[in-house]
C-alpha cells in the first residue's frame, strides 16, 4: 500500500512521525525513563522467575524472590562501596594538605613566569568564587530537585518489574490481537528475539565491567595508586555511559594520584593506563561479548547516544543502546520498516546493497 504513494509524501510522513516521536519521549520522559529500566530488569529477572515456576513455585511467589535475591545483591555492592567511600574520605585531611601544597606551586609558577603577583590571584580568585556561590544556589535548587524526582521515579520500578513479569502471558496475547493471529509466529520470533538482544547485552555489559574492573585495579596497584580497587570498578561501572563512561572515571583516581604520590608523572601513568584499557575495551571486549547481541553501527550508536542524552540525560545515554537494539528487531520484523533496521545495522563491507534507493520521482 505505500509502494501506491510519492516517495516526497512517504518521506514526509517519516520526518512528521520522527518529530513526533521526539516530542512524546521528551514530554513523558517521567513516565517512561523508569518503565524502560522496568523492562530491562524484567528480563534480567525472568530467567530466575522461570526456573522457579518450573520447580512449581507459584508466579506471585517466584517473583518475589527473583525481587528479594535482585535488591539484597544490589545493597551488598552500595554496602561495599560505601565503605569504601568512608576508607577514601579518610584520607581528606592529608589529601587538602597537598592541595595545598599543589596551589601554592600553580602561585608560584603563574607569579614566576606570567608576572601575576599573588595578590592579583587572590583577587581574581575571589572574584570567580563570588560568581560560582551567586549561582550555587539556582544549581543546587536544580540538583535536588532532580535527584527528587529520579528517586521517586526509581521507586516506582520495583512495581513496574512486579507487575511486567507477573502479566507477561497476557501483554503476548495483547500483541497477538494487534499484529493478527496470522503473524502470532513473526511475534514470538520478534519478541524471543528481543529478549536474546537484552539479556546478551546485560549480561555481556556485567561481564565487560567485570573484566574491566579488574584490568583498571590491576594497572592502579601498579602505579601504587590509594584504594585501587574502589577506583578500578568505579570507572568500570561508569561503562553504563558508553564511549566516555571510562575516561570519566580515570579522572578521580588520576586526581588522587596528583594530589597523594610524590609525582605528577603518577597521575599521567593513570591517564595513559586508563586510556590504552579503553583502547581494549572499545575494540576488543566490548565488541566480542557484547557486539555479536547489539548489532548497531557505530555512527548509528553515537546519534542515539546525542539523542538520548539531549531528552533523558544520564539515563537516556545508559538506555541509549538496549533501546536502539530493541528498536532494531522491530524494524527487522516488520516488511515496511526493514530499511530502517538495516540503516541501524553492521554495515557489510563489499555486500551489494539490498535496496534500490528511490529517487524522488518514483510513484
Not at 93 to 105: G, H
Request: glycine content about 8%; aromatic content about 12%.
Amino acid at each position: 500500500m505505500q509502494k501506491s504513494f510519492p516517495f516526497s509524501l512517504r518521506l514526509a510522513g517519516w520526518l512528521i512521525s520522527a518529530v513526533l516521536i521526539v516530542i512524546i519521549l521528551y514530554t513523558l520522559r517521567e513516565l517512561l525513563v523508569p518503565l524502560t529500566f522496568s523492562v530491562l530488569f524484567a528480563v534480567l529477572l525472568y530467567p530466575i522467575c522461570s526456573v522457579l515456576e518450573r520447580w512449581r513455585v507459584p508466579r506471585l511467589w517466584a517473583i518475589t524472590v527473583a525481587q528479594i535475591l535482585f535488591f539484597a545483591v544490589l545493597i551488598g555492592l552500595i554496602y561495599l562501596a560505601s565503605v569504601q567511600i568512608v576508607s577514601v574520605g579518610e584520607e581528606l585531611p592529608r589529601l587538602e594538605k597537598k592541595a595545598n601544597y599543589w596551589i601554592n606551586q600553580g602561585r608560584d609558577f603563574l607569579s614566576d613566569n606570567f608576572g601575576l603577583s599573588r595578590r592579583k590571584q587572590l583577587t581574581e580568585g575571589s572574584k570567580y568564587l563570588t560568581e560560582a556561590l551567586k549561582n550555587s544556589g539556582s544549581i543546587l535548587t536544580g540538583a535536588v530537585a532532580t535527584t527528587t524526582g529520579t528517586l521517586a521515579s526509581a521507586a516506582l520500578v520495583p512495581l513496574f518489574v512486579f507487575f511486567f513479569l507477573l502479566y507477561r502471558d497476557f501483554f503476548r496475547r495483547f500483541f497477538y490481537q494487534v499484529f493478527d493471529n496470522r503473524h502470532k509466529r513473526r511475534v514470538d520470533q520478534a519478541i524471543r528475539r528481543i529478549y536474546e538482544v537484552v539479556q546478551g547485552y546485560l549480561v555481556g555489559l556485567v561481564s565487560v565491567i567485570l573484566i574491566v574492573g579488574v584490568m583498571n585495579s590491576a594497572g592502579l596497584l601498579m602505579l601504587g595508586v590509594p584504594h585501587a580497587i574502589f577506583f578500578g570498578f568505579f570507572a568500570a561501572c561508569l561503562l553504563l555511559i558508553p564511549y566516555i563512561g571510562l575516561l570519566i572515571g580515570s579522572l578521580l583516581p588520576a586526581l588522587m594520584a596528583l594530589v597523594s604520590l610524590d609525582s605528577p608523572m603518577y597521575a599521567v601513568g593513570v591517564l595513559a593506563v586508563f586510556g590504552v584499557i579503553q583502547l581494549l575495551e572499545g575494540n576488543f571486549i566490548t565488541p566480542y561479548i557484547v557486539g555479536s547481541k547489539v548489532s548497531v553501527n557505530p555512527l548509528a550508536a553515537m546519534i542515539v547516544l546525542i539523542l538520548g542524552g539531549q531528552l533523558w540525560g544520564v539515563s537516556g545515554l545508559i538506555l541509549a543502546l538496549p533501546v536502539t537494539a530493541i528498536t532494531k528487531v522491530i524494524f527487522d520484523s516488520v516488511d515496511a520498516l526493514k530499511p530502517f533496521g538495516y540503516l541501524l545495522g553492521e554495515a557489510e563491507e563489499g555486500a551489494p546493497l539490498p535496496v534500490k534507493f528511490p529517487t524522488l520521482s518514483e510513484e
